[in-house]
């Protein structure tokens, strides 16, 4: 029933996943989602506001995230204009409570210094609240120090170093050579900020566990406070670029990968964190995770309290309450809706009532490994879990039956959350599927974290 570690399957950054998200959810629904958000805003703990440049300027073949290469800086400046206007179209709803941004792509670093002003200066006009945040994630390639004491001086205090792996060979095989040297001469103005975060990828063409292993060590000589560590995915369907990859070099040791990975950082002192966060012990976000206050987001762990975010730019996610929605991909519909003063909206999903309980579960078994199901709720899937000890501990109390997930069973997290997941089962290839389908809902549908 649980699957190899690398099956494929749901990263759940959202439940329900991306893939059940509709396109008859437009403006006009996220309008009514965001209203209803603001009017009941007063009870959490403000919103976390993503924002998306699209521009590279290089393509890096490893990369599946939605880029447009291109240096042509009146091009960048027609896009930030109509950022900016979308930005602008916010304040319709009044002022709002923004404790965290979080500027993505992309690379929001390619963005000059002038134009990253102009962004920041209206980010800043839509909230008159205190940050907790404001984080920022970097091309090493595309920056001096110079440009990290601006970004210091506006505000940003948290930096992310596209690193992905520290060889030559594998540099080369994905068009992105940086030499250590390259991050270790950007880091001696690290003390402007409150954190660096480091994102390495496992599973890169050329890649072996001699070659990772030195990545690893080089990363923790260079001591940055996160690392995001995350697997290569393949997919020359999507993104005709990796094809450029040749697959016979693709590592085939992943498993093996990921549990060095994990061996090496958690012995040289970093809080494992969710999936697949590393942070040092006195790191917010390591806080977060010894007193259970993680969130999850589509950017991955963060510490709490704020759980709500919106997004700003093609391609952005936002979530509020019982909603999802997405931005568009095509420049051109983004600016059509941003001119007509309009969300750009895509695609999105409203919870049912049903997706409550199941969304609970498998966001307190990703940030907490663990969670507690009412005495009777969920007795199918706790059937199936007590088939292996060694990864779940099921305790009965008076009332609930708490899941707790060991050590071991943290690498197979993902397929564990997949039990509660009553909406990508196939009930012909799977038992549990059939039970969970049909069984009555026990647990209260209206839980609080709705």
């Given at each position: 029933?649980?699957?190899?570690?690398?099956?494929?399957g749901?990263?759940?950054?959202?439940?329900?996943?991306?893939?059940?998200w509709?396109?008859d959810?437009?403006?006009?629904k996220?309008?009514?989602?965001?209203?209803?958000?603001?009017q009941n805003?007063?009870?959490?703990?403000?919103?976390?506001?993503?924002?998306?440049?699209?521009?590279?300027?290089?393509?890096?073949t490893?990369?599946?995230c939605?880029?447009?290469?291109?240096?042509?800086?009146?091009?960048?400046?027609?896009?930030?204009?109509?950022l900016?206007?979308?930005?602008?179209n916010?304040?319709?709803y009044?002022?709002?409570?923004?404790?965290?941004?979080?500027?993505?792509g992309?690379?929001?670093s390619?963005?000059?210094?002038?134009?990253?002003?102009?962004?920041?200066e209206?980010?800043?006009?839509l909230?008159?609240?205190?940050?907790?945040e404001?984080?920022m994630?970097?091309?090493?390639?595309t920056?001096?120090?110079?440009?990290?004491?601006?970004?210091?001086?506006?505000g940003?205090?948290?930096?992310s170093?596209?690193?992905q792996?520290?060889?030559?060979?594998?540099?080369?095989?994905?068009?992105?050579?940086?030499?250590?040297?390259?991050i270790?001469?950007?880091?001696e103005?690290?003390?402007?900020?409150?954190?660096?975060?480091?994102?390495l990828l496992?599973?890169?063409?050329?890649?072996?566990?001699?070659?990772?292993?030195?990545?690893?060590?080089?990363?923790?000589?260079?001591?940055p406070?996160?690392?995001?560590?995350?697997?290569?995915?393949?997919a020359?369907e999507?993104?005709?670029?990796?094809?450029?990859?040749?697959?016979t070099d693709?590592?085939?040791?992943?498993?093996q990968?990921f549990?060095?990975?994990v061996?090496?950082?958690?012995e040289?002192g970093?809080?494992?964190?969710?999936?697949?966060?590393?942070?040092?012990?006195?790191?917010?976000?390591?806080?977060?995770?010894?007193?259970?206050?993680?969130?999850?987001?589509?950017?991955g762990?963060?510490?709490?309290?704020?759980?709500?975010?919106?997004?700003?730019?093609?391609?952005?996610?936002?979530?509020?309450?019982?909603h999802?929605a997405?931005?568009?991909?095509?420049?051109?519909?983004?600016?059509?809706?941003v001119n007509?003063?309009?969300?750009?909206?895509l695609?999105?999903?409203?919870?049912?009532?049903?997706d409550?309980?199941p969304?609970?579960?498998?966001?307190?078994l990703?940030?907490?490994?663990?969670?507690?199901i009412?005495?009777?709720?969920?007795?199918?899937?706790?059937?199936?879990?007590r088939?292996?000890?060694?990864?779940?501990?099921?305790?009965?109390?008076?009332?609930v039956?708490?899941?707790?997930v060991?050590?071991?069973?943290?690498?197979y997290?993902?397929?564990?959350c997949?039990?509660f997941d009553?909406?990508?089962?196939?009930?012909?290839?799977?038992k549990?599927?059939?039970?969970?389908?049909?069984?009555k809902?026990?647990e209260n549908?209206?839980?609080?974290s709705?």
């Amino acid at each position: 029933m649980l699957n190899d570690f690398n099956a494929p399957g749901h990263w759940y950054t959202s439940f329900p996943s991306l893939n059940h998200w509709t396109e008859d959810f437009g403006h006009t629904k996220y309008a009514e989602a965001f209203k209803d958000y603001i009017q009941n805003a007063k009870w959490d703990g403000g919103l976390h506001l993503y924002v998306h440049i699209p521009f590279c300027k290089k393509l890096c073949t490893y990369c599946l995230c939605n880029v447009i290469i291109s240096n042509d800086r009146a091009k960048i400046q027609h896009f930030l204009d109509h950022l900016l206007k979308e930005a602008d179209n916010l304040k319709a709803y009044g002022k709002l409570n923004i404790k965290e941004i979080h500027l993505g792509g992309g690379t929001p670093s390619h963005l000059d210094q002038n134009q990253l002003t102009q962004l920041m200066e209206k980010l800043n006009s839509l909230s008159d609240s205190k940050r907790d945040e404001t984080a920022m994630e970097i091309d090493p390639r595309t920056v001096t120090q110079e440009d990290l004491r601006h970004y210091a001086s506006l505000g940003i205090d948290r930096i992310s170093f596209g690193v992905q792996d520290f060889d030559l060979k594998v540099q080369e095989a994905i068009n992105r050579v940086q030499p250590p040297e390259m991050i270790e001469h950007l880091l001696e103005v690290r003390h402007l900020f409150k954190g660096v975060n480091f994102d390495l990828l496992y599973g890169l063409p050329l890649q072996t566990m001699a070659t990772f292993t030195d990545t690893l060590d080089k990363t923790i000589k260079m001591r940055p406070e996160r690392v995001t560590l995350l697997k290569y995915c393949h997919a020359p369907e999507v993104r005709k670029h990796m094809r450029l990859i040749n697959v016979t070099d693709l590592p085939t040791n992943l498993e093996q990968m990921f549990r060095i990975a994990v061996e090496t950082l958690t012995e040289a002192g970093y809080i494992w964190v969710g999936l697949d966060h590393f942070a040092v012990r006195t790191d917010s976000l390591a806080v977060a995770h010894q007193e259970k206050t993680l969130v999850r987001t589509f950017n991955g762990f963060k510490p709490g309290p704020t759980k709500y975010m919106i997004g700003l730019g093609p391609t952005s996610t936002s979530a509020l309450r019982r909603h999802y929605a997405q931005a568009h991909y095509d420049l051109n519909k983004y600016y059509e809706a941003v001119n007509k003063g309009e969300f750009p909206i895509l695609r999105g999903v409203e919870l049912e009532d049903g997706d409550i309980s199941p969304r609970r579960h498998i966001f307190d078994l990703l940030c907490n490994q663990e969670t507690d199901i009412t005495i009777g709720g969920w007795q199918d899937v706790i059937n199936e879990l007590r088939k292996y000890p060694d990864l779940v501990e099921i305790r009965r109390g008076s009332s609930v039956q708490t899941i707790q997930v060991t050590e071991k069973g943290r690498y197979y997290l993902r397929n564990i959350c997949k039990l509660f997941d009553e909406r990508d089962v196939a009930p012909e290839h799977n038992k549990i599927a059939q039970l969970t389908i049909t069984r009555k809902k026990i647990e209260n549908p209206a839980y609080q974290s709705a």
